[in-house]
Nanobody, 124 residues
């Protein structure tokens, strides 16, 4: 079983930037597609970004396209989410997840392991 630990969340003003990190406990995580999701109070958990196991493919939710960038360093078993031009509506708990699906997916059901989440708060 793999453990995923997110870090890098915090409070930032609108227009600012944050970089989230997700460290995996096992080296084999480099063989899996990874994703970021977020959940705001009273809302469903929504897809933010995904990256293929080798890092060559990425996909983004419509609300973050052009502002967020997902990347990974398999030598460090770590996935990143660079968030720029943050808006108050980006406020949420951000979760890292690992998928065992052979095809990169945006669906929550396609992810098997989840981190505990890190809070991101964007003030106006």
């Amino acid at each position: 079983q793999v453990q995923l630990v997110e870090s890098g969340g915090g409070l930032v003003q609108a227009g600012g930037s944050l970089r989230l990190s997700c460290a995996a406990s096992r080296r084999t995580s480099s063989r899996y597609h990874m994703g970021w999701f977020r959940q705001a109070p009273g809302k469903e958990r929504e897809f933010v970004a995904a990256i293929s196991w080798g890092g060559s493919l990425t996909e983004y939710g419509n609300s973050v396209k052009g502002r967020f960038a997902i990347s990974r360093d398999n030598a460090k078993n770590t996935v990143y989410l660079q968030m720029n031009s943050l808006k108050p509506e980006d406020t949420a708990v951000y979760y890292c997840a690992q998928s065992s699906s052979t095809v990169m997916t945006t669906r929550k059901a396609g992810y098997d392991y989840w981190g505990q989440g890190t809070q991101v708060t964007v003030s106006s």
